[in-house]
């Protein structure tokens, strides 16, 4: 639609005009400059002009930013019944009774796992324990680490 291009452009216009007149706050004045209380619109009128013309000019041909705002598997952190190993944080695991807070520790302690299986191989699982690993094989899944999320596995900083 025509009013999405209008309007970010718009807005890179206002963005670059703030910011060129935050520059030239702080920029020290030409030692030539007659101090008067005259208005110099001649000069002042045609540089302004032409700084807002190469301003808008980059404003138009500006690449967008392709960064990846939103992590792709964000329903696997706790937000649906499956939940990634790799990833989620140890509060996750309340959803699943018994496995907060003892085993879910040792899942997020042990990690990054390649699959769900390698879970077993947690050391000093007991038969409990696998037990109710094998009880909630099927709501697991081993995503690729992100670092964004395997950094608040076991503690994310929020408390009761």
């Keep these: 639609s025509p009013l999405l291009l209008v309007i970010p452009f718009k807005m890179k216009l206002a963005v670059l005009a703030v910011l060129a007149s ?3 706050a702080f920029t020290v004045p030409n030692a030539s400059t007659r101090a008067s209380t005259e ?3 001649e000069g002042g009128r045609r540089d302004f002009l032409g700084a807002a ?3 808008a000019g980059m404003a138009a041909f500006a690449q967008p930013a392709l960064a990846d705002r939103d992590y792709a598997n964000v329903g696997l952190l706790g937000g649906d019944k499956v939940v990634d190993v790799n990833n989620a944080n140890v509060r996750v695991y309340l959803k699943m009774p018994g496995l907060y807070p003892n085993l879910a520790g040792k899942i997020v302690s042990n990690g990054p796992y390649n699959s769900v299986g390698d879970l077993y191989n947690i050391p000093g699982l007991t038969g409990k324990d696998k037990e ?4 909630y094989e099927s709501r697991f899944v081993a995503q690729k680490p992100s670092a964004d999320y395997v950094i608040d596995r076991i503690n994310n900083g929020l408390y009761r």
């Design 132 to 135: 109710l690993l094998k009880k």
């Design 22 to 24: 935050s520059v030239a």
């Design 53 to 55: 013309a190469a301003a």
């Design 39 to 41: 208005l110099a619109a």
